[in-house]
């Protein structure tokens, strides 16, 4: 069965221990990042490159407020021990991108943890902007996911378009580098399309597609430079949805709840979504690390081994896509 997000009441979240996190450089050189009165603007703080990620499993204390309680299944502390949001913090990492961190404190250990709303890279350096009151609830971790929203249009071998939702295990899907190629997995999420969560949406012949195109931030769109193109920008891009936002054609999507849909081929697909190229939900080690813990834990059991690579498209980053080659790209 297909996992779905909202099949618990139980909140499923990434963290890392607080002293994973440290400033690398600034003020507070050496400190973990802890509670906003003790945290620096403007501090750069870097994931350790060993950081163990943990799996939290919580639900909100009968008592509400920012109270949780860890519940059976974490990999961090009892079942039944509370755990506090204390604060939010709003960091940039040096694609300029920016990430929401939670801190969090586990009273029984005294330990502060850190549940990245965004995810993180090992090694990675990320300079503290804000630090502002706990949200009044706890939002599930970021998904590192290449999802479709529902009602996405995909295409067959024949040619014809079936909605993402209609799709089954099994089924045959058009790719762009190896022709029919059968479907192994369908996994399903619904989650709030608030913060990280809130789909990217590429409004109708933007870059070509038949209509909008609806999927989640970290997804990434296959692009082809024809002719002249960008000095030092490869032919063939793959560019995370969230990077083309300009607020215009290419938007997010806030308010209620979105329905996302990732395929899992035996390769890192390019498929067609709405007539464009798009690729698949990708399985290995780095992936399953930054996807919700019960997602990621039913691809494992589904498929014990697979390590996908990367399809060999070249990755377009932020700071390769300023505003003026945001306007050479195709479709403007």
Aim: with cysteine.
């Amino acid at each position: 069965m297909p996992y779905s997000g909202m099949t618990s009441p139980t909140i499923a979240v990434q963290a890392y221990e607080a002293r994973a996190l440290r400033v690398h450089f600034g003020v507070n050189r050496g400190d973990a990042l802890g509670p906003a009165e003790s945290c620096e603007a403007g501090d750069v703080y870097r994931l350790a490159g060993d950081a163990e990620a943990l799996k939290l499993r919580l639900v909100p204390d009968a008592g509400g407020g920012r109270l949780h309680r860890l519940a059976p299944g974490s990999s961090f502390g009892a079942a039944n021990e509370t755990v506090e949001l204390v604060c939010r913090h709003t960091v940039m990492a040096a694609d300029g991108a920016t990430a929401e961190l939670l801190y969090l404190h586990h009273p029984a250990s005294g330990t502060g943890l850190i549940v990245p709303l965004s995810p993180l890279a090992p090694r990675g350096d990320y300079t503290l902007i804000t630090s502002n009151d706990a949200p009044a609830d706890m939002p599930p971790a970021s998904v590192l996911l290449a999802a479709f929203a529902g009602g996405t249009l995909i295409s067959l071998p024949g040619g014809a378009q079936v909605p993402i939702e209609r799709l089954r295990d099994g089924d045959l899907v058009l790719t762009r580098d190896h022709g029919p190629q059968e479907i192994r997995w369908i996994g399903k999420a619904t989650l709030r399309a608030q913060g990280a969560f809130a789909p990217v949406v590429i409004a109708a012949g933007r870059l070509g597609n038949s209509a909008d195109l609806v999927v989640s931030p970290h997804h990434r769109i296959f692009l082809y430079q024809r002719g002249a193109r960008l000095p030092g920008v490869a032919a063939e891009l793959l560019v995370q949805a969230r990077h083309l936002v300009d607020d215009s054609t290419v938007t997010r999507r806030e308010g209620g709840f979105v329905d996302y849909y990732g395929l899992v081929f035996d390769r890192h697909e390019i498929v067609y979504a709405e007539g464009i190229p798009a690729e698949s939900l990708m399985v290995n080690e780095a992936t399953l690390r930054r996807m919700p813990p019960e997602l990621a834990e039913e691809i494992a059991a589904r498929f014990p081994g697979l390590s996908q690579s990367q399809h060999f498209g070249t990755e377009a980053g932020r700071e390769m896509l300023d505003d003026a080659a945001r306007k050479q790209l195709p479709g403007r």
